[in-house]
């Protein structure tokens, strides 16, 4: 399985860099040239760590209470894969000259990002170029790339020059809210060193505290030189080449985290030694043998829709270089692709992206779980925030477990998150039968989150339980009473609680959950009764269930007179403005009868 392009376009270049991106649930690449772009060219060059991360402090011109004073943002990391090439002192770009060959490949049997080029310069001389990238499921911290140069007509003098640069910004853009609006630098240099021929560079982010090291060698046949400087380790290869020679080397990029690994600079260098020791032709056979037994599971195979296979199993793919394995990261917006939606973690997470890895790895899907699970105090501290006495409360957008949305009707007013977490618990022990999970981790979680509910919501006097000035799935009706998806969201994590606390009882496996989170079993029956009572809006002239207690009073959005240029809406419109009519951005009510078709079927 492969995606190919054959064309030079420098108007999708940007896309482009997603599109052949290389990541492995923690180390991600932009797909960016190795020698880089003419200036005229748009390019967000990137790397990045799952969950590696700065703060910043969130301004406004009237705070209130609750309101988060800082957010977390997902950093752009040194650039690791610049290569820049000369032949005698001219800079190689398939910018200038002619270009008689030009393919890009991202082959996901393989697990590798490939470019060829073939390279006529504006002095008449042909090179040809071969390039690949991998970054190693087997090894996440590695990034591996393979360069082969070989000359057609071309005699003299090589030079190669890369390195590890720590100048480095993250992308902003001030018109857009799904990215940051101020460029800054989050990362940088504390040390650059040369230890037995390999560069070993030391960054920490500028407010989080976190650090980063950096191991990286070359390993060629040819004069090789690193030394450091201001910005991080300069690397240069000098070599010479005749008509028909090739000249070929091995980059091996070691990235070790602090949030992972008690002594980053230690553990970079060993795994380096370690990468370079096994070499790129075993290393590029371990990602193969690891892709093969991944997609023996996980491929798709739609007889006569050949189109369609190759564009789900595309997708299936970017979701096991997204999902994050150790519980550490989890599954940002963007993947590892890049910076939209500055890294954050939402709850596409648990509702679209977790079913896929429960019925394929349930390995990876257990680790998205105890992410949370790992940042259940944080959540408890969120409920605290809100008000709530009790429970938990799982923030709309975080990385590290606080709630990083400074807007909250479209944030942290979604309280359908921790029904969406907790949803996604129960899917797990009921695909996997993993009664040892539920009683480490999965009770505890349960309980906090069935508890927010009770103060979440109230009875009103007629003994229905309603849940109001929350915000559903759509994000253009907010603040509303009685979300349809919200309330079947608190109504299953009611009833899912009380399954698991009775069964883990009857399994004598209770006892930890009940003293980490001090269970009277009093609560299994105010669990009970705010489920049977909860309150589900239905329209009894139209016949269907509401979005919310309100949504059906409000007049219905023009959609197909509104102007192409005004979409996304959110970009064009104030959000009151939006608010006031019935017009979705996400699917709300219909999700909830997909997710919870039993308990739809049971009410009609």
Sequence with gaps: MKLIKTKLDRRSLAVEETLFHTANGYLGVRGCFEEGYPADIQTIRGTYINGFYDTVELSYPERLYGFPT????????PDVQTIKLFLDDEEFSIFTGDLPAY??????????????VRRKSPRKKTVVVHITRMTSFERPELFLTKYSLESVDFEGRVRFVGGINCAVTNFADSNDPRVASEQMQHIHLDSAEIVEDMSLVKCSTDKSGL????SQQFVVCGDVKSEAYENGIHTTILSDIKPGEIIAFDKYTVMSDSR?????SEHALKTLKDCVRVGAKSLLLEQRSFLKNFWAVSKIDLLGAKEINEQLNFNIYQLLQSAGRDAVGNVASKGISGEGYEGHYFWDTEIYIFPFFLYTQPDIARALLTFRYNTLNEARNHARIMGHTKGALYPWRTISGSECSSFFPAGSAQYHLTGDVAYSFLQYYYATGDIDYMASCAAEVLIETARLWLEAGNYDSDGSFHIHAVTGPDEYTCCVSDNYYTNLCAQYNLRGAVEIYTLLKDNELHSAATARTNFDESELIAFTQAA????????EKLGIYAQDSTFL??????????PKEKFPLLLHYHPLYLYRFQVCKQADTVLAHF??????VRMI
């Design 70 to 77: 800082r957010s977390q943002r997902l950093i752009n990391l």
């Design 103 to 116: 393919e890009r490949v991202l082959d996901m049997n393989n697990g590798v990002a490939e470019r060829h």
């Design 211 to 214: 650090q980063l090291a950096i």
């Design 260 to 264: 992972r690994q008690k002594n980053p």
């Design 532 to 539: 049977n009572a909860m309150f589900l809006p239905y329209d």
């Design 553 to 562: 009073d409000k007049p219905v959005w023009n959609i197909a007179d509104t």
């Design 595 to 600: 997710l919870f078709e039993e308990a739809f």
